[in-house]
Every structure is written in C-alpha cells, then in structure tokens.
C-alpha cells in the first residue's frame, strides 16, 4: 500500500534545524468524521522528501525507533515542525496547545520563541503556558525522555538562550516532560491514581487528573449494538443514556454475548487452526508486552491452573499483544506463554493472535467471558481495554490500578485482585506470588463457580459494567472534563 491510499498529501512544506541544517517537512492529512458530519483533520508529519539527506529522509520512517539522537530529531520535527506546519496552513489563532506526553514538548518552546522579544522572558512564558495543556501518560520513570546537554546544542541547537533552556528542562539533562511542565497552564495524569503517583514524580507542580475513556460507537460490538439499538435509542451521540442497560432482559444479553464469543471462536479457527469452544469458560488478556504487564501472571503455577481448570470442565486463555522491537524481556514474555500453551494441553487451551490491531480487538474484548488485567502497581496509568469490554457486558477481573480503582465494584462490575496498594518498593518475586495465589483464589472460589452455577448471575455483573463503566468510561465524558477543565 501507499500512503496516498489512506491519507491526502497537501502541498504546503515547512522547514526545521537540525544539526544546524534545514530538513524539510510535509504533512500528509486524514480527515477524522465524527457522527454529526464534523470533521476534525488529522495531520501526520514526514520527512520522505527528495531535498532531504537521506539520514534525514529516515527521521520520520519508525515510531520509537533509533538512539537519542534519532529520537532527539524526531521531536524537533514533532514540536517545532508541527507548530510551523499549523503556521503555514493557516492556523493562527489557536488558543490551546495539548501535548499529551513528553515527545512534543519542544512544540511550547517553539511557541516560546514565536512571544520572545528576548527582554521580557517571564512574561513571554507566562504567555504561554496560557496556551498550553500537558497531560502525563505514564508513571514510569524509564518513560520521560531526557536528553544531555551536549546532544540537545548539538542536534537542537539554542532556539532560546541555553541558560533559559536549562531552567525550563533542567540543569543535569533536558527532561521533555519537565519541560512541559514549566510552560504549561493545566497539567494532568489519565486516571486519578495516576494524577497522585505523578504528583509525587513531579514535586511542586499542580497534577490533576482526567480519567482514560474509549469511544463507544467504535468498540461496540454488532450483536450488542443491535441490543443498545432497540433499548437505548441515540445511545450512540449520549453514552452516557448507558446507565439503562440495566433494563436489558439478561437473555437477551446473553444471546448477544454469545454470538460475539462465537465471532471470536470463528477467528481464531481462521488465524490459527485452533478451534475454542463457545462453551468454555474464556479469559481475555491483549495489551503491549512488557514486563510491568505481566501476562505471565496467570501462568505462575501451571499444576494449580490445570486443577481449576479440571475442575471447572475447560478453560480458554487468548491472548494477544505485541512487545517493542528493542524489548527483549518482552519477547521472551511471548516465548514464555507459548511454552506455557504446550505445558498446559490439554487442560487449558491457550492461544496467542499475532498482528494485534483494532480488528483483533473489537472481536476479543467483546466475545470473551473476562478481561484479566494485572499490571504491577502502580505501573498502569489509566488502561482502555477493559472499558472496551465493560462496553459488551464483558466483566474485569484486575489488579486495582489505572482505571479499575474507580470502575471496580467487587462482585458488581468484576472483580479485583488484592488490594489498592504500592508494589514500588516490594520485592517483585514476592509481589508476582502473592498476586498469582488471588488470583487463583478469586477464579476458583468466585468467577468460576458463578459462571458454571449461575448463568443469569454471570450475566447480571456483565449488564451492570455496561450500565455503571460504559456509562462512564468513555470519550464524550473525557472530551467534556478536558474542555471544562484544560481548555476553557
């Protein structure tokens, strides 16, 4: 494919310094339609340009790729590129400016530059942070980009005096997130636990917090939409009318779910040869691959899970997920499950979808029995993929951090694993064991008894994560917290 299959190339093109030399850059742009006809343009930046040195043609060519100094150049093309492609396409009267993550902060310095008359600094900034909003996405440390100084003069230059630099993004190195912290007006973290965990990385700055939420008309899937259709007319432009799921007959939700689980059994015949059972108790578990998340947890005593699982009858796990090409643990993590899937035949089914995208996505968070999530806290800022399963009736079973401190009502909306507490300074071998016994405790004492010998029960927990979580956890609410709190 190309990129003019997808995207519309405009012809307008900007230029940036990097290493002292110019680098061209052009926007290519995707119209994003929303359900009344508006249309919001979403522009991405390349710098694939026949001008360019061919070490500057590949600076845009992958996404978290290369060393800091690849990475450095990205983010000048990012925040500096991306305010003045806005410049020349017309866009001069923005009032709000949102950089979600350190990558694009040098965009506040660029718009820095634009105020400066190099003798009233104080009041250039204060000018504009009223322009900016920064939102924090991760509480790791290893997340916040740094640069060293020697870098940043060599490959950014000093767009303002470097002593005014080093007082914004700090004396040791250019910390992009501190940065951002300094010239912006409204600062927030993405779940209320992450707002607190991200106060105390950032001492001394103002953190609020704006809950994650996911889009509802995209994640529902067909046999449930069907259902919302006929109980909730204009669910779809107010989510928040979710809340009457709770009417919903529970055989007809039980239908639908089970048509959505017969979906995901048809998948994964055709990707992988493997044919689930629509009968069987199936765990869901998809999020990036990287230590934090351990996937594995569940894996942790495969003797005590072939147990349960003989004698709950059968047991599916699918899984899904890619790791970062530099994250080795992370691939080893993938290694690891698979040989758990041989290990564990014929007891537990387990099977990994490659190539996760959106399309694996929507048939997985809707046609399994539980969304397992179970993170080390309090490594997972917000987390969507459970809101998109509460979204088809489809309960959490969690580790309580992001998001599931707030959508988790034990026994009600899902379930939890252990309790609302900081694993920072634990010993991790510890904290894996004593998460991996609840977590069996919880699927053997409680999901699994109520799904065999209570269906309608079973049932009732997933209508009531539509009715409490889906009414809530989704993008119009965060839309109208971020408008009422950030922009206005």
């Not at 230059?157 to 910390?175: K, S, V, W």
């Not at 108790?281 to 998809?286: E, H, P, Q, R």
């Not at 998460?435 to 009732?460: F, H, N, R």
Request: hydrophobic share 40%; charged share 25%; aromatic share 8%.
């Amino acid at each position: 494919w190309r990129p003019s299959d997808f995207v519309r190339e405009l012809p307008t093109r900007v230029a940036v310094a990097i290493e002292g030399r110019a680098v061209a850059v052009r926007a290519w742009r995707y119209d994003v339609t929303g359900l009344t006809g508006h249309v919001v343009p979403l522009l991405l930046l390349d710098t694939n340009l026949e001008e360019n040195r061919p070490e500057d043609r590949e600076i845009t060519a992958r996404l978290y790729g290369g060393d800091d100094r690849y990475r450095l150049r990205q983010e000048i093309v990012l925040g500096i590129g991306g305010v003045r492609m806005l410049r020349a396409l017309g866009y001069r009267s923005i009032q709000r400016h949102h950089m979600n993550e350190g990558h694009a902060s040098l965009l506040a310095l660029e718009l820095l530059r634009e105020e400066s008359d190099q003798t009233a600094v104080a009041r250039d900034i204060h000018d504009v942070r009223r322009m900016c909003v920064f939102t924090t996405h991760t509480p790791v440390p290893a997340g916040h980009d740094q640069f060293d100084w020697g870098l940043v003069r060599e490959v950014l230059g000093e767009p303002i005096p470097l002593a005014e630099l080093q007082m914004l993004g700090g004396q040791d190195r250019l910390n992009m997130t501190r940065l951002a912290l300094n010239l912006s007006g409204y600062v927030n973290g993405v779940a209320k636990k992450h707002g607190e965990v991200s106060q105390r990385m950032f001492p001394g700055y103002a953190v609020d917090s704006i809950t994650n939420g996911v889009h509802t008309a995209t994640w529902v899937c067909p046999s449930v939409r069907v259902l919302f259709d006929r109980y909730i007319p204009g669910w779809a432009s107010d989510p928040f009318s979710l809340r009457h799921a709770i009417k919903i007959p529970i055989e007809d939700l039980r239908e639908a779910h089970l048509e959505a689980k017969w979906r995901l059994v048809r998948e994964v015949r055709q990707r992988l040869g493997v044919e689930l059972s629509s009968n069987a108790f199936t765990i869901g578990f998809a999020r990036r691959a990287t230590a934090y998340k351990r996937a594995d947890l569940l894996l942790q005593d495969p003797e005590r899970l072939a147990a349960i699982a003989r004698a709950a009858g059968r047991l599916q796990i699918v899984y899904a997920g890619k790791a970062h090409p530099k994250d080795e643990p992370g691939k080893e993590l993938i290694r690891r499950i698979h040989a758990a899937a041989e290990r564990l035949r014929p007891d537990v089914t387990i099977v990994y979808l490659p190539d996760y995208a959106m399309e694996v996505a929507r048939f997985l968070t809707a046609g399994v029995d539980v969304w397992l999530n179970t993170p080390l806290r309090p490594q997972e800022a917000s987390g969507t993929s459970g809101m998109k399963a509460a979204l088809n009736g489809v309960p959490s079973l969690s580790i309580l951090d992001g998001w599931w401190i707030e959508g988790h009502v034990e026994g009600i909306t899902g379930w939890s694993i252990g309790e609302d507490e900081s694993d920072e300074t634990a010993d991790p071998v510890a904290v894996a064991a004593r998460d991996a016994s609840e977590l069996y405790a919880k699927l053997e004492q409680v999901l699994l008894p109520l799904y065999t010998e209570d269906p309608a029960g079973w049932m009732e927990v997933g209508r009531r994560a539509i009715a409490f979580n889906g009414s809530f956890f989704h993008t119009h609410r965060m839309v109208q917290q971020y408008a009422a709190n950030a922009y206005i």
